[in-house]
């Protein structure tokens, strides 16, 4: 997948642990982990706003694309 989630280096520089996040988000433990550990593949606008709120961020700060390497020799 060409999209990478940085949310672990975001929630790091702001110091946030995953049960404080999850409680402002109100999102559970376990999808907030998903998203944290890369291996979401989706997120609902609404929670991305959500979690950019609680860490004062923008989406670009959390969302990175990064090409493919099949994609690369095209």
């Known amino acids: 997948m060409g999209i990478i989630i940085n949310l672990d280096v975001v929630m790091a520089q702001r110091k946030k642990g995953l049960t404080e996040l999850a409680g402002e988000v109100d999102i559970t433990l376990a999808n ?7 291996k979401a593949k989706a997120i609902r606008l609404s929670t991305l706003s959500a979690i950019c709120k609680a860490l004062n961020c ?17």
């Open 32 to 38: 907030l982990s998903i998203l944290k550990n890369n």
């Open 58 to 74: 923008q989406p670009g700060d959390i969302l990175q694309y990064v090409e493919d390497e099949d994609e690369i020799g095209r």
